[in-house]
């Protein structure tokens, strides 16, 4: 309907930015990434080493192992809790708009908030979460969130958690609002228990729900950098330090620049498998 | 049936005491805001003694916090209009076509919203300082309009492909030009659109951290969370700074919050879905 002409005309300005500071970009890293570019001067031509690098080393598979880590706990944790109030709230009409609405603020702040706020609280002498355990006579719970290996990255990971479960609980009520009525009366004129409405009904027709909340989650947490960079930079110990915190760190901490386009190439493989792979099984799934 | 009356009742005192708990994070902030350093370390949960208002005055003057808000402003409005614009623009040839061009436009487009800014930010660090973009409002407006075109474009496609199409031939049939057809027509049909759309993007770059610590190294263009991030730093963190900076940086957009609630959410929620 538009002509050829037209068509290139109204896409060139889009084109034009996309080709600067994204097509191009991407070509640029592949390119770097098998060089040992530091940024400045010359950069020389060292084939795979980068990757051989990236593969032998422990570091850095550990820091995908962390990163993977953090998505499991926070995708799961999140579809969960968002899931349960959703489905609370879908029962109770009265307090809906209000809980909603509160549920969803911490995700209007950003991470640079959150992470400082939460990290106060995780400390371990005037933070508030010691403060409260100490209270409630627990005192040997009372310990450093953040410095303590085994808890560090499970304490970034509630705080995510809590910053974007209101979030997941809206999109799981705009699911609800479009399963009609009729099927959940049926439901009760059958003598379907509310937890049986909830299972069998309830549950499959959220499908959508759950493709959408997965996978903006999924994508969301792969890429996480800023809690742990600001929370712990990476510490106790790399038990915190995700891919994306490594890439940062490798730029601008070490000025690797061909190196951390490896690193970069390597997430962006990781990052298009996953989507792929999660939009494949989750759509297969919405048709049982 | 009272005895269910009475579950449900139950129901939702339960439900709203789980909201409140989650709620108390953002209570303990302003809470600990008003309050002296020494007061927290003698007492971490206590309320303030008394309204520690020099806190919020050193941390208005130290994060520059006028001058961050009207960056942050500025740069969030251009980026949103120019991505809408350019967006809205460039999914108007590509709703309908189905030539090799639109095909790979919408691939294009399709690894971008998958594609993670860390894949691209160290290129777009030597682009760049090549071209002389680091510490400029153009650049850091460049740099988020990349990042949230594929989206928009994205959206518009789907959006501008559910306009009938005879809307559009009418208007060529008149004698429009394919300009004055996107322009007069279809244009003035994407307001919900673009309102989802606005929404996103300038959540998005509102809340950004990662570009302006990279791209910014100039006090006077930081962004407010940029400013919070400077002004709290990360060695020694001061409780008396630390919050205030935190209300400050959240304030403008918890405001709106406020002010809007169930057309963010609404919007945000809708914008996911599609």
């Known amino acids: ?288 | 049936m009272p005895a269910l009356n009475i579950r449900q009742l139950l129901l939702n005192v339960l439900v709203v005491a789980l909201v409140v708990a989650m709620l108390l994070p953002l209570f303990y902030m302003i809470t600990m805001s008003f309050r002296t350093a020494t007061e927290i370390a003698e007492a971490p949960l206590g309320l303030p003694d008394r309204l520690a208002w020099e806190n919020y005055a050193q941390a208005f003057g130290g994060m520059n916090y006028v001058r961050a808000v009207i960056n942050s402003v500025g740069i969030t409005i251009s980026v949103t209009v120019l991505t809408a614009l350019l967006g809205s623009m460039a999914a108007f040839p590509l709703a309908r076509n189905t030539s090799g061009f639109a095909r790979i436009f919408i691939l294009l487009v399709a690894l971008g919203l998958a594609t993670p800014n860390f894949v691209t930010i160290t290129p777009i660090y030597v682009i760049f300082r090549d071209l002389g973009l680091l510490d400029t409002y153009l650049g850091i407006i460049l740099a988020f309009t990349a990042l949230n075109l594929p989206l928009a474009v994205f959206f518009y496609v789907g959006f501008i492909g559910a306009i009938p199409k005879d809307l559009v031939e009418a208007a060529k049939l008149d004698n429009c030009s394919d300009w004055q057809a996107f322009w007069y027509v279809v244009r003035p049909l994407l307001g919900p659109a673009t309102a989802t759309l606005s929404l996103f993007v300038m959540l998005m770059v509102w809340n950004d951290f990662t570009y302006p610590l990279l791209l910014l190294t100039d006090k006077d263009k930081f962004t407010v969370t940029i400013s919070v991030y400077r002004f709290v730093g990360n060695q020694n963190i001061q409780p008396d700074m630390l919050f205030p900076a935190a209300v400050l940086g959240s304030l403008p957009l918890l405001i709106l919050f406020a002010i809007f609630q169930r057309r963010i959410v609404a919007g945000v929620t809708a914008g996911a879905v599609k």
């Not at chain 1, 349960?84 to 209000?98: E, G, I, K, T, W």
């Not at chain 1, 706020?117 to 010691?130: K, M, R």
Request: net charge positive; aromatic share 14%; charged share 15%.
């Open chain 1, 1 to 288: 309907m538009t002509s050829y002409r037209s068509m290139i005309l109204f896409t060139l300005p889009a084109m034009i930015v996309l080709g600067m500071f994204f097509v191009y970009p991407i070509f640029l890293t592949f390119q770097m990434s098998l060089t040992n570019f530091t940024g400045v001067g010359e950069a020389e031509n060292i084939g795979l080493k980068n990757y051989d690098r990236i593969i032998s080393r422990s570091r850095y598979p550990d820091a995908l192992w962390v990163t993977v880590k953090f998505t499991v706990v926070v995708v799961l944790i999140q579809t969960l809790l968002g899931l349960a109030f959703a489905a609370m709230l879908h029962r109770l009409p009265a307090v809906r708009n209000f809980a909603r609405a509160a549920l969803f603020t911490p995700a209007m702040m950003s991470f640079v908030v959150v992470g400082y706020v939460w990290q106060f609280i995780y400390s371990p002498f005037s933070g508030g979460l010691n403060a409260m355990l100490r209270g409630a006579g627990l005192d040997w719970m009372a310990k450093g969130w953040l410095g303590d290996p085994d808890t560090a990255l499970y304490a970034i990971a509630f705080a995510h958690i809590w910053m974007f479960t209101g979030y997941t609980t809206a999109i799981f009520l705009a699911g609800y609002a479009n399963i009609s009525s009729d099927i959940d009366e049926a439901g009760r004129l059958d003598g379907a228990s509310s937890w049986q409405r909830f299972r069998h009904l309830e549950v499959p027709l959220l499908a959508p729900s759950f493709t959408i909340n997965i996978m903006l989650s999924t994508i969301g947490t792969l890429k996480t950098f800023e809690l742990p960079f600001i929370m712990t930079r990476g510490g106790p110990d790399g038990a915190t330090r995700t891919l994306s915190l490594e890439i940062i760190e490798q730029l601008f901490g070490q000025y690797r620049f061909g190196f951390a386009s490896a690193l970069s190439i390597i997430m962006l493989v990781i990052v298009i498998a996953v989507a792929v792979f999660q939009n494949w099984y989750l759509r297969r799934r919405e048709d049982v």
